[in-house]
């Protein structure tokens, strides 16, 4: 019993980071399989919840790969829960000098329930939009909560303070003020899914929102927040702040690549295989953001 109470670590183990960047990369999965749910039209493949079918927990032949679709994504979720209930159980022993770690692992692992409850809540009003981006917005605050674990697992929880720059707090004011645009950018998007022809089921409800007009305004806050970046590694660099530097840099490279794939899907008629990689791209547009503002932060002296 000591020998298997003595394989959970006290302190950052590898374990520790294993578990950690996995929960990182299952949230972002499930977030793909739930497009992939979406983009082939198997929002409905299981017309029901928590059950697949009035008469079955599972999916059926008869309903085909639609089917298939939709409860593999349910599916999924069984591996996050085992992921998370893993990781807490990992931290656990640490609870006493490692606060950061329980709280962002309970507060993970609550946030799975949550979403199945949403998911099926989604099913259950035949894909309202509406529910169905609620169900994106937690699935983004989900992987800023696991970005930020994979962070403390690396750079500890000693006190920090907001770096100096020659022009004091402006640095960070303008990563916050580029995060706020990403918000807008990301909450503008979920809009203009809900207007426009991948709705998960042929017979899902629709915004009723003009889609052309949304794709417009969806791409401002995207440019501002690119030349925000741009901005803040103009200062960095000047700075010779090179870890807050390099965050950002990565930051761009992610938010260029979101924008390119954004231009080119709007204009090849939203082709799902793109759409479904500008939703991983607006995930790890979330989860650099997070980074580069983690990275603004140093040990107080």
């Known amino acids: 019993m000591s020998t298997l109470v003595n394989w959970f670590p006290t302190t950052v183990d590898r374990k ?25 039209a198997s929002g409905l493949g299981c017309p029901t919840w928590p059950t697949c079918t009035e008469d079955s927990l599972v999916n059926t032949p008869e309903m085909g790969i639609h089917g298939i679709i939709e409860f593999g994504n349910r599916l999924l979720t069984f591996l996050l829960v085992i992921v998370a209930i893993v990781t807490f159980a990992l931290v656990f022993r640490m609870r006493k000098n490692r606060r950061d770690f329980f ?42 909560l696991s970005t930020v674990l994979v962070f403390r697992v690396y750079n500890g929880n000693a006190p920090r303070t907001w770096i100096l720059t020659p022009s004091g707090l402006s640095l960070p004011r303008i990563v916050w003020l580029a995060a706020v645009f990403q918000i807008v950018t990301i909450i503008l998007g979920i809009l203009t899914t809900g207007s426009g022809p ?23 806050p995207a440019y501002v927040a690119v030349g ?11 700075a010779r702040q090179l870890a807050e530097r390099n965050a950002l ?15 080119v899907q709007s204009r090849t008629g939203l082709p799902p295989l793109l759409v479904g990689i500008h939703m991983l791209l607006a995930c790890l547009v979330a989860a650099g953001t997070t980074n580069a503002l983690l990275n603004l932060r140093k040990p107080a002296e």
């Open 16 to 40: 520790v980071r294993i578990a950690a960047w996995t929960t990182f990369v299952v949230q972002i999965l499930i977030v793909v399989t739930g497009g992939a749910v979406r983009l082939t």
């Open 228 to 238: 925000l970046t741009l901005l803040a590694i103009a200062m960095a660099s000047r």
């Open 249 to 263: 840099l990565i930051l761009l490279a992610v938010n260029v690549a979101q924008i390119v794939v954004g231009i």
């Open 198 to 220: 991948h709705a998960g089921d042929a017979d899902a409800p629709r915004n009723g929102l003009d889609g052309g007009i949304l794709q417009s305004l969806h791409s401002y």
């Open 103 to 144: 709280w962002l692992t309970l507060l993970i692992g609550l946030g799975i329930p949550a979403q199945a409850v949403i998911g099926g809540i989604s099913v259950l009003m035949q894909l309202n939009p509406y529910v169905v981006g609620l169900h994106f917005i937690v699935s983004i605050v989900m992987i800023v």
